[in-house]
């Protein structure tokens, strides 16, 4: 079996495969091609991947006879000309708003698996692309707001006076937020957090932070859609509302990760509550990609409002290119590792496996997923 690894398109710096995933392939039996420069933004050399057992080639040579196509983001299907009938697209495909590709592929007789619809089972837990990437991007969203941020996050005691922490509010506590609120605190600020789901009272509670929680209406109690939260009834949100506004004029810091799968990201902060908090204060809206969570938040780019900065962070993986590479490409291994079959030294994937069929969304000429045929 020839695993290819694809060199990603420009703006995507990180890579699908990492030296120790391409030696644990070839350790696999299977053969592996990485297009020239793959690696080249997340620190890996071609003569890295060399000597880990790979051939580097052209788009074209690593293509040729590969059974299996690993990408960080879905290429452009014309890229994928001169790819195998029947082989495997495997990567973060984005199919909910890539349709057309996704069609395109099927039509070129590609199997595409979209890696961001593994199942949250146990058991699929080491092939999660959206936890490995959403725990680095939590970080990074704490470190970017601090290196905006005009004072200092610890408290500090010198001979000239005392600076007092930073105060930090995490609005969003799943696998980001809880990155969030852990690097904030290890930089020595005063955090709180909130979310829609009581479970995370106590995860934030353990964290050392404070949570900050809609007492008097009801939220989601348990892990009803898959540990997701859904969107919240108007009166939650009122209330909401009125505990967000008394608590964000004392903050400095505030990062947002609320998201709802299949809809736009909820509102959090309006340009009221913006306007209450102290000037040089920073926000950082991590659902910026799926509409925002803070009222005129942009995409990619950061905006004063009020005096306040409000980054529109986009996709803040890609910016710790290496490491995201790395647990990136281990979720890819360890996905198909748990399909690969010793003896004929190749993939076997079983059809009716609740991994297999969350993520496979082509097959035989045609879209199968049923997120997508519904
Ligand atoms: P997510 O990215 O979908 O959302 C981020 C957070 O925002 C969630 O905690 C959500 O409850 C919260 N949120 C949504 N609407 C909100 C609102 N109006 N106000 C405040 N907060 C709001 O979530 P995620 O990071 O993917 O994680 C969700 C859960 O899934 C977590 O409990 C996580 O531990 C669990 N998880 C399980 C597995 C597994 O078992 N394989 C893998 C990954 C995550």
Known sequence: MKIAVLKEAAGESRCAAIPETVKKFVGLGAEVAVEKGAGAEASIADSEFESAGAKVGTRKDVLKGAG????????EPASLAGAEKGALLVGALDPARRRAAIEAYAKAGLQAMAMEWMPRITRAQSMDVLSSQSNLAGYKAVVDAAATYGRAFPMMMTAAGTISPAKVFVMGVGV?????????KRLGAQVSATDVRSATKEQILS???????????????????????????????????????GHIAKQDIVVT???IPGKPAPRLISDTQIASMRRGSVIVDMAADAGGNVEGTVAGKSVERHGVTVIGASNLARSLAADASALFARNLYNFLAAFWD?????????DDDEIVK??????????????LTQ
Do not use: C, H, W
Request: proline content about 4%.
């Open 176 to 184: 980001a937020g809880l990155q969030a609120i852990a690097t904030a």
């Open 257 to 259: 990760t609320a998201l």
């Open 207 to 245: 964290l050392g932070a404070k949570p900050i929680f809609v007492e008097n209406v009801a939220g989601i109690e348990g892990e009803g859609a898959g540990g997701y939260a859904t969107e919240m009834s108007p009166e939650y949100q009122k209330a909401q509302a009125e505990l967000v506004s």
């Open 358 to 371: 969350g993520v496979r969304l082509t097959q035989g000429g045609k879209i199968v997923n049923e997120r």
């Open 342 to 350: 010793q003896e004929k030294r190749s993939l076997v994937l079983i």
């Open 68 to 75: 299996i196509i690993l990408v960080v983001d879905g290429p």
